[in-house]
């Protein structure tokens, strides 16, 4: 902005991160060269609805994070929503910890990691859910999709995308895992 006066510098910007959710207007912001963010986080139930935000803003250079939405699609209240059309959604109701372990689990992380890599994202949220406490059930089920994400972006190709994960417990944290 023209009209700002820095007294001591202008600072140094800090990661900003934009969820992209009227993606319209903000459309018309990247062609004027008016969004000052570097970072968007496009939740994967709306990713066919934002293609041409999201094409421009690949053009542009910026920073496209994926929100898996597999929270969303574990709970009854937001399945409803627009995270129903996330490729990897249930088609039949919300995902289970059964949908999130074993093959299944394995399938649900490939097809994540498969559209990360072939849609060009830079960082991928970890599939993770709401955590009550230590002993909540999804936690364990959270932990090993994280390393099974990373493995499978690293077999997709995808060794360059990261992997934003809030969860912390000891020895589970690999190369590419932000947590």
């Not at 490939?110 to 072939?118: C, N, P, S, T, Y």
């Not at 936690?139 to 493995?151: E, S």
């Not at 972006?153 to 994960?165: F, P, S, T």
Request: net charge positive; aromatic share 6%.
């Amino acid at each position: 902005m023209s009209n700002v006066v820095y007294l001591h510098g202008q600072p140094t910007p800090v990661a900003r991160f934009l969820r992209v959710s009227e993606h319209r207007r903000l459309e018309h912001l990247v062609e004027s060269g008016r969004l000052p963010y570097d970072r968007f986080v496009i939740e994967a139930g709306l990713f066919k609805e934002q293609q041409d935000l999201i094409v421009a803003l690949k053009e542009k250079g910026r920073e496209l994070v994926l929100d898996t939405n597999v929270a969303e699609l574990s709970a009854i209240a937001k399945y409803a929503g627009h995270a129903r059309n996330a490729p990897w959604a249930n088609p039949e109701g919300i995902l289970t910890e059964a949908h999130l372990k074993a093959e299944a689990g394995r399938n649900v992380i490939a097809g994540i990691a498969r559209f990360a890599v072939q849609h060009g994202f830079s960082r991928v949220q970890a599939p993770t859910h709401f955590i009550a406490g230590p002993r909540d059930s999804w936690w364990p089920v959270d932990l090993q999709n994280c390393v099974a994400l990373r493995d499978a972006l690293d077999r997709e190709g995808g060794k360059n995308v990261a992997i934003d994960c809030s969860k912390r417990h000891g020895g589970t944290a690999r190369s590419g895992i932000a947590t």
